[in-house]
């Protein structure tokens, strides 16, 4: 992780880009952000379940969750 580049760094070299290289650039970037997403959304809910599973959560309903979000 030492080849890090400035955000700066990346910016530039980003501008030096055809417009057709940046939107592929994009359309990767977006892609990759999507799977990022995706995998720490099933991390969470594994979490989730785990702890449910162990007895460190309960299950509630909307209204109760409402209720205690408000109280």
């Known amino acids: 992780m030492d080849d890090i580049l400035p955000f700066g760094d990346v910016l530039d070299a980003i501008d030096m880009l055809s417009l057709e290289e940046q939107r ?6 977006q892609h990759r952000m999507a799977e990022r997403s995706r995998k720490l959304l099933v991390a969470e809910a594994r979490e989730a ?7 460190r959560c309960q299950a509630a309903t909307a209204e109760e ?6 109280s």
């Open 49 to 55: 379940e785990q702890e449910f599973a162990t007895g």
């Open 24 to 29: 592929t650039l994009v359309d990767i970037v």
């Open 65 to 70: 969750l409402m209720k205690e979000i408000l």
